[in-house]
């Protein structure tokens, strides 16, 4: 009994230490004259593109929801883009750019903690930014005298659709900051993980599953509303979700705390951070990814004919022969 009473006190110490270092990182975020500038520009951006929409031929618009959503995936996605970018790289080398790097890493707190605390900071700046474009694109249809207003949309399309894979990508900015010897590479190392897409579609690879947290292109309607998407959505973010579980053991057991230490020492102490439970996390995520993909793979390439916009491959169905 007094060791459960102990390992609970524990739990709620390190509890108690991750919420506190949640507010302060984002606090940190939050006030600082970069997310002012980079609200402000969301903003306008975001007003420009919905004040001024024309429908199909000249036509009259109406500010359905589902216009709105698109409107706000589309306008704000390069904006997101550079906050993860941006802060991604802030929030790691924080710390060691302010040279208190390791008087904070010898503060009795775990590793997880300070590295999930940090993840979990730029993840509710994405979620903030979302939800200041859902106030100006509400304000905005409210404005117009439309009222037929559907807040489940906003809610799936932003969420499910938009803002999770955008927090896959802040997974994967983690890792190159802590795989960098410093922040502007690790910046310019997933700026290339971004523009690799242009360079992948003209070649033929546009598939979902070579581009990271990308999934079939969203489509509602009001008659069938989001019909197939959720289900198809649901198979890419499991898919990716699976591999960006992995990016982030990775990104925790090669966490870099105290002195700086070159990334072959760090690659040497894996198997020591791991321990038996990350292994075993380490193994199903690999193996729900695998599946995954196999399940992936066999409904677009032999259930369906899958093509590219290039028509540098087509695939061909087993119906049609080989």
């Known amino acids: 009994a007094y060791r459960r009473q102990r390992q609970m006190c524990i739990r709620d110490r390190q509890w108690l230490h991750f919420i506190t270092r949640v507010k302060f990182e984002f606090k940190a975020v939050l006030f600082s004259p970069a997310f002012f500038i980079l609200s402000l520009l969301t903003v306008l951006i975001l007003l420009l593109v919905v004040t001024q929409p024309q429908g199909m031929f000249g036509t009259s618009f109406l500010p359905f929801t589902q216009n709105m959503v698109d409107y706000i995936r589309n306008g704000i996605s390069m904006m997101i883009m550079i906050v993860i970018t941006y802060y991604s790289a802030e929030v790691v080398w924080r710390e060691k750019t302010n040279g208190i790097g390791e008087i904070v890493d010898s503060l009795p707190v775990s590793n997880f903690n300070l590295w999930f605390a940090k993840l979990t900071a730029v993840w509710s700046v994405i979620i903030m930014l979302l939800i200041v474009s859902s106030l100006v694109t509400i304000s905005v249809q ?3 005298g439309f ?3 559907d807040p489940t949309q906003y809610i799936i399309s932003l969420l499910f659709f938009s803002a999770l894979p955008w927090m ?7 890792l190159l900051q802590v795989i960098s010897p410093n922040k502007y590479i690790g910046m310019f190392l997933f700026v290339l993980v971004i523009g690799s897409g242009f360079i992948l579609t003209p070649i033929g690879l546009e598939h979902n599953m070579f581009q990271f947290a990308k999934s079939p292109a969203l489509q509602y309607s009001d008659i069938n509303g989001y019909g197939w998407m959720l289900e198809s959505q649901t198979w890419y973010m499991l898919y990716w979700g699976a591999l960006t579980l992995i990016f982030a053991i990775f990104s925790y057991v090669l966490w870099q705390r105290g002195p700086l230490q070159k990334l072959k020492t760090r690659f040497k102490l894996i198997n ?6 990350g292994k075993i996390i380490l193994a199903s995520s690999l193996l729900v990814f695998i599946l995954v993909a196999v399940n992936i793979i066999y409904n677009t390439r032999y259930l369906n004919n899958y093509s590219n916009t290039c028509l540098l491959y087509t695939s061909p169905s087993p119906r049609d022969g080989l």
């Open 147 to 149: 009222l037929h207003i």
């Open 142 to 144: 409210l404005y117009k």
């Open 168 to 174: 896959m990508f802040t997974v994967l900015a983690f």
């Open 272 to 277: 020591y951070q791991l321990g038996k439970k």
